[in-house]
């Protein structure tokens, strides 16, 4: 089968890698059903910790609707907007967007 497919035999390598030494990923646009799917596929093959950004009643309704189960252990659901570092976030993109024309209540919406 290498021979047929060398990628997959490179795949598999990184994959192997990857599981050694699990990561954390945060998945934005969690609301978005391939998105979700993503996720779930990324703690499936047991790649790491996966984190969906997005207010959760609206992530809950959508995988509802999509039949994906979220319920799996390494999956988190994080609303951005109750973060208590929002602020730290908006003055490092402040700091990083003015003088690109980026006044700081376009970086707080941005956050």
Known sequence: SARRDPIASTLQRIYD????????????????????????SYVNQRLGTAILLGRDDVIKENARNAGIELNKQGLEIINARLSRRNGIYTDYLYERMQRKGFLFRDCQRLI
């Open 17 to 40: 890698r990857v599981r050694r030494q699990p990561k954390r990923i945060v998945f934005a646009e969690g609301e978005e059903e391939q998105v979700m799917r993503a996720a779930v």
